[in-house]
């Protein structure tokens, strides 16, 4: 199948951490993405990790990969306002396989509460 | 770097009339683009994908003679809706590859569109 989960809100005081989780379904994915998209605009490239890590560190992010349950997380560290925002996690799978696509989860909203 | 910007902004059109959404890379080259659509509240729903000078490939349930992409060079490509109607207002966003459809993706700011 197609589908790609994400709880739908969350919502965290500022100062502390945030975990938005995703789960997938094809096993075959090569990258998994996160996005940030702000109210009107487009999205942001947060981060990606490849399918053969389990963790990958970007400042405040971090990025927890576990293949076997296909789970997906990304854990921001002191949470800010700027940080409200819907975030997307996406998978790409194999090159060659027809379905190259990036298949999209359904989006979780994120409030920072001052 | 990969700066991706697209305009108008937003667009508000008569039932009945064609609309044109431009897409273009800014300090990069991008192979291939993509068009997604975004209802409100929802997530985002590929619509095709476009290789520089070459037709598009749309996905299952995209009408091609209602939404004509054009990717004329390696920084721009257009959508055109054709005949839109109040069923087609959404989101429309696009995004580019440097390297083909399996490269990372950068988006533009999207361009919301309202069909009278």
């Known amino acids: 199948g197609e589908d790609v989960e994400q709880s739908l809100f969350l919502s965290v005081r500022e100062g502390d951490s945030s975990v938005i989780n995703c789960t997938y379904t094809?096993?075959?994915?090569?990258?998994l993405y996160w996005y940030k998209q702000e109210p009107g605009a487009g999205l942001q490239l947060l981060t990606y990790?490849?399918?053969?890590?389990d963790m990958k560190q970007d400042q405040r992010l971090t990025v927890l990969l576990n293949k076997k349950d296909k789970h997906l997380s990304l854990r921001i560290a002191d949470t800010q306002t700027g940080d409200s925002a819907i975030y997307f996690c996406?998978?790409?799978?194999?090159?060659?396989?027809?379905?190259?696509?990036?298949?999209f989860g359904s989006g979780t909203r994120l409030l920072v509460r001052p | 770097g990969a700066v991706v910007s697209q305009h108008p902004s937003w667009v508000i059109c008569k039932s009945g009339t064609s609309v044109k959404i431009e897409c273009r890379s800014l300090?990069?080259?991008?192979?291939?683009m993509f068009w997604y659509r975004q209802f409100p509240k929802q997530s985002l729903m590929l619509m095709a994908t476009?290789?520089?000078?070459?037709?598009?490939?749309?996905e299952q349930g995209v009408e091609k003679d209602k939404f004509l992409i054009n990717h004329a060079s390696l920084t721009l490509s257009t959508l055109t809706v054709t005949s839109a109607h109040p069923e087609d207002s959404s989101f429309y966003i696009c995004?580019?590859?440097?390297?083909?459809?399996?490269?990372?993706?950068?988006f533009g700011p999207g361009t919301r569109l309202t069909v009278l």
């Open positions: 995004s580019a590859s440097r390297a083909g459809p399996t490269d990372t993706q950068y």
């Open positions: 094809d096993s075959s994915s090569t990258y």
């Open positions: 990790i490849f399918s053969n890590m």
């Open positions: 996406a998978e790409r799978r194999r090159p060659g396989d027809s379905s190259y696509k990036l298949i």
């Open positions: 300090d990069f080259q991008a192979t291939t």
């Open positions: 476009s290789n520089e000078g070459s037709k598009a490939t749309y």
